[in-house]
């Protein structure tokens, strides 16, 4: 008798994989801004390949107002290689990616994103784990 009480409820209850929230807005908007910020320092610099990336995980983040930026860099000649451009692509991988571990905890895609980003043991044993 019980269970012919308790079954019903439990098809009310949502699934555990269906229970994920979505992505955090707040962490996007600031993923987006990361990249478009990088991409316009690349600009200055004249790094178009590098800016052209950054434009593009800006967009995947849900960046606005990228297209205007997309273009100017499209029609940049590109520059000679910069070495504050090392320095500074360290410091926004690691940033990117301390965001993109935030998201990871709503869809195991930004935790690739974050592994892909700035790779590390940790990083990787998470991508691990959620594959199981």
Excluded: F
Excluded at 23 to 33: N, S
Excluded at 36 to 59: N, P
């Amino acid at each position: 008798m019980r269970r012919a009480l308790l079954l019903p409820l439990l098809a009310l209850l949502p699934h555990p994989a269906l229970a994920k929230d979505g992505p955090d807005p707040k962490t996007l908007e600031k993923v987006a801004k990361v990249w478009t910020d990088y991409a316009r320092w690349l600009k200055e610099k004249g790094q178009k390949d590098e800016a052209l990336l950054a434009i593009a995980r800006a967009r995947e983040a849900g960046g606005k107002d990228v297209d205007a930026l997309a273009k100017e860099v499209e029609a940049l000649e590109a520059a000679d290689a910069d070495p504050a451009v090392a320095k500074r692509r360290e410091e926004v991988h690691k940033e990117a990616a301390k965001l993109y571990d935030r998201l990871g905890k709503a869809d195991d895609a930004w935790l690739l994103r974050a592994a892909e980003t700035e790779p590390s043991k940790a990083r990787i044993g998470k991508l691990a784990s959620s594959v199981k």
